[in-house]
């Protein structure tokens, strides 16, 4: 069994994780509610407007828009959503594993002949994929430290412009999308080349477009395309605070067990201390009276 000071040095160690642990989780909560109101306000708008531009795409006529263009596909960017920081549970490792994965199942051979690129926006996938020789092109970690609209388009209009000049024939974003503070769902999106929706009846509907097409093309699908990768944005760094937010609960909560396990554990050398003492002057006393 442990001394009593050993037992002290850890209870007060395990004291000041535990103060650190709720802190962070405090913190993560009052981020958490803002980052969630900006998500649900943004979610609706964002799906609608996907909805209109899938139906838009199916109307077009051969490659009226550039973005969505099919090519053979031999140049690859995968645009991965982490985290500046840790201490998230699983959060970023899910989104690294599912990356990985993807590249596994569909793009072995683009890496293989050095067609594979990845656009990191976290800390977390920069230093993970770059770690792993992988080519990554562009820093935007600071995206997080002011994350608006502004910053997410400057990437988007990156990965546009890439696309219509040739540079990549397909882009794909891996993120977290936000469900509630305990549950995050890794999504695995096509950006690039636009797709139209599939076995929808109303996407084969005659419209008639006002301004006309040409002009909704132009105007319509770029800005689509900005909210659709900032939602994706915006879906992660909410999913980031909630799971960071769960892990310091269960790490509070673990603190708290161990704390009051050291306790117990102290009290208990600490009687048998006192009863070896009494013990003594107890058999000492006998020995003086004998």
């Known amino acids: 069994m442990a001394n009593l000071k050993e037992v002290r040095i850890r209870i007060a160690s395990v004291n000041s994780t535990q103060q650190i642990t709720k802190a962070m989780k405090m913190v993560s909560a009052a981020k958490l509610k803002r980052a969630t109101d900006a998500i649900v306000q943004m979610r609706p708008y964002a ?68 067609n594979l690129q990845i656009i990191a926006i976290g800390k977390k996938a920069q230093d993970y994929f770059t770690r792993n020789k992988f080519n990554v092109i562009g820093n935007n970690n600071e995206v997080f430290n002011h994350l608006n609209f502004d910053e997410a388009n400057k990437i988007a209009e990156e990965v546009m412009s890439g696309f219509v000049a040739g540079k990549w024939d397909k882009v794909e974003v891996v993120y977290n999308q936000f469900k509630n503070a305990a549950t995050q769902e890794i999504m695995t999106e096509q950006f690039l080349p636009i797709e139209p929706l599939e076995g929808d009846t109303n996407a084969n509907l005659d419209y008639i477009f006002e301004p006309s097409k040409e002009e909704i093309v132009e105007t319509l699908i770029p800005k689509s395309l900005k909210t659709q990768l900032y939602k994706s944005i915006r879906d992660s760094f909410a999913s980031e605070h909630g799971a960071r937010m769960t892990a310091m609960h269960k790490a509070t909560d673990n603190a708290t067990e161990l704390r009051d396990q050291l306790k117990l554990t102290y009290n208990k050398a600490r009687q048998a201390s006192i009863t070896n003492e009494i013990l003594e002057i107890v058999g000492g006393a006998e020995a003086l009276n004998g």
């Open 47 to 114: 799906n609608k407007l996907k909805d209109i531009l899938a139906n838009l795409t199916a109307s077009l006529e051969g490659n009226e828009s550039p973005y969505t263009q099919q090519r053979e596909i031999k140049n690859v960017l995968l645009v991965v959503v982490t985290s500046n920081r840790g201490l998230a549970g699983a959060f970023n490792a899910n989104v690294i594993k599912a990356a990985n994965l993807l590249v596994a199942n569909k793009y072995d051979a683009q890496k293989r002949d050095g």
